[in-house]
């Protein structure tokens, strides 16, 4: 049976265009009110409240996945279980809080009957629903409806695309937040220290350059030939040349500058290094973050880069072949 005829495959391609459907209806149904929203949310987390997402059924993971959204960038969210909340969970709702109420048709009992118990204690509310006239999107502070004219489902009855539309909607009322905040790489790492991107981002150019005997340095009154020697020794392609011995970076020589100076003056051996050397080359600070190390190789033409303090004295290399096994690429 041909991939044009399997009847599986034909049903997965269906469920894609349905689901692609109902996510392009509902960016292109959006107004006034996301950015609203966002602004809400912005003001509650500058009053120091918090996010509070409440669902039943197949919207309780989608509240859950988007309160480790929020969480993971910087704005402090928790799932608030609408069973539960009867029972003692409004302990987690404070004046000043915002509560976004998610339910497909906008009647569902246990999200509903919040409403007011949420109003009495001063909670503002955002209904995430897929009806304009319902009950919820009415009753709330602000509605964001998405538009889905049928699920991804055969009989129409799964949730599938209404679900697909509003984690995507909550996804876009997270970044557009995060967007407005200006929160950046290195924050996102303060939240993640222990996955592999945060630990990645949170290194610094102390952390991988080179240092010690695999880092060359040497004055810069020594011979072409000694320079050499150095870099080999270092296992390097530089060495940090210095204004006498123990003072600051003059410049630096590298194989490639050998093989240009050898190519240009046959003797070049026997000769000072400083004839052929680099002057102020592009160096780096060691508090720095590494990936700034990353950006410096990608504008520039070169392999090595030598880390200096701020009495502009050596203390390091960065090579940039150890970038891919730091994962920093």
Known sequence: M???????????????????????ATRNALDESFPAVVEKMRETLR???????S???????????????????????????????LHGDLGLCAPGDLVFLFSNS??????????????????ATVAVTGRAD???????????????????????????????AALVLGDALAMALLASREFSREDFARFHPSGSLGQTLLLRVSD???SGERCA?????????????????AKSGIVALTEGEGGPLSGVFTDGDFRRAVLKTPEALGLPVADFMTRRPTTIRPDLMAVEA???????????????DTAGLPLGVIDSQDLPKLKIL
């Open 208 to 210: 991988i350059m080179r």
């Open 2 to 24: 041909s991939t044009e005829t399997n009847p599986h495959l034909a049903q997965a391609r269906l469920v894609f265009t349905l689901e692609m459907a109902a996510l392009e």
């Open 134 to 164: 319902s009950r919820l999107a009415k009753n709330c502070d602000h509605a964001l409806v998405y538009r889905v004219e049928r699920e991804a489902c055969p009989l129409n009855l799964a949730p599938t695309a209404s679900t697909t």
């Open 47 to 53: 009053q120091k409240g918090k996010l509070l997402f």
């Open 294 to 308: 990353l950006k410096v190789f990608q504008n520039r033409n070169f392999n090595e880069i030598v880390v200096v």
């Open 106 to 123: 906008g009647e569902s009992a246990e999200i509903v009957a919040l409403l007011p118990l949420l109003k009495r204690l001063e909670v």
């Open 217 to 233: 340095v040497r004055p810069d009154n020594i011979s072409v030939h000694d320079a050499i020697l150095a870099i080999t020794k």
């Open 55 to 85: 669902g039943v059924g197949k919207n309780e993971p989608i509240c859950l996945k988007l309160v480790g959204t929020c969480n993971s960038t910087g704005a402090p969210s928790c799932f608030l279980n609408p069973t539960n909340a």
